[in-house]
């Protein structure tokens, strides 16, 4: 049984706050891949700022020589909105035999009671959020329930298994998101340190995000 992290977003642009925690995930669950999937168009937000081509651009250019780290065009070319929990049953549909781990934010964690079918999600995958370490959440209703129904202490303890079960995985906090590297470059602003440097190359060649309203 293969161990396969998803990670999907919209990554307008990519950023070390992305990385960082997906790289600590698959040495802490040791995965042997995580896919990044660039969203096309996201339900539960705007439409991305950057076009789709240059989103894949800067993850190709964020990914490339990383262990296990592959990038997932699946959803990028829809036009209409994309569940997770369809993103998943057809990575389910491919690998029957792995155990698939969705890789979120705390933020988006706290946010699935608004995704679409969000409680079929773990007939699918794991979910291991990374979280801020020592920091006891706020976790109410529905959700409470499915993670006191599901909570897995450690890593170790999914073993063998291939969907159902919730990790809080503390890793590195880095406050950093895609809004205010955009912010930073739409105010003229050099995102030094906020992305991997190859990236960084791009965004500033691009300029695609130098009219955008984003003030952070
Ligand atoms: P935006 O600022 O445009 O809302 P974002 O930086 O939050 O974007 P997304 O592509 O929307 O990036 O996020 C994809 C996933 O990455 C989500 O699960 C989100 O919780 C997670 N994520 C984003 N930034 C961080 C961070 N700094 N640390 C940990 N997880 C993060």
């Known amino acids: 049984m293969r161990k396969i992290g998803i990670f999907g977003g919209t990554f307008d642009p990519v950023h070390l706050g992305h990385l960082r925690p997906a790289l600590e995930i698959r040495d802490a669950l040791s995965l042997d891949e995580v896919r ?12 991305p700022v950057a076009p789709a081509r240059l989103r ?8 490339a020589g990383v262990d296990g ?55 699918l995958a794991h979910v291991v959020v990374a979280h801020r370490p020592g920091w006891v959440m706020q976790v109410r209703g529905a959700l409470h329930e499915a993670l006191a129904a599901r909570r897995a202490e450690a890593p170790e303890s999914l073993a063998g298994t291939q969907d159902g079960r919730i990790l809080l995985q503390p890793v590195t906090q880095l406050e950093i998101s895609a809004s205010r590297v955009r912010a930073c470059l739409a105010g003229g602003g050099d ?13 500033l060649e691009s300029n695609a995000y130098a009219n955008c309203k984003e003030t952070g």
Request: charged share 25%; proline share 10%.
């Open 69 to 123: 780290f592959r990038l997932d065009e699946r959803e990028i070319g829809k036009t209409t909105p994309c569940y997770t929990v369809d993103t998943l049953a057809e990575l389910r549909r491919e690998f029957p035999r792995d155990a698939l781990y969705l890789m979120v934010g705390m933020d988006a964690f706290l946010g699935f009671p608004g995704w679409h079918d969000w409680q079929r999600v773990f007939e």
């Open 36 to 47: 990044f999937i660039p969203a096309g168009c996201p339900p539960h937000r705007h439409a």
């Open 191 to 203: 995102p030094r340190y906020l992305v991997p440097e190859p990236v960084r190359e791009l965004l």
């Open 56 to 63: 894949l651009a800067l993850l190709e250019a964020a990914l």
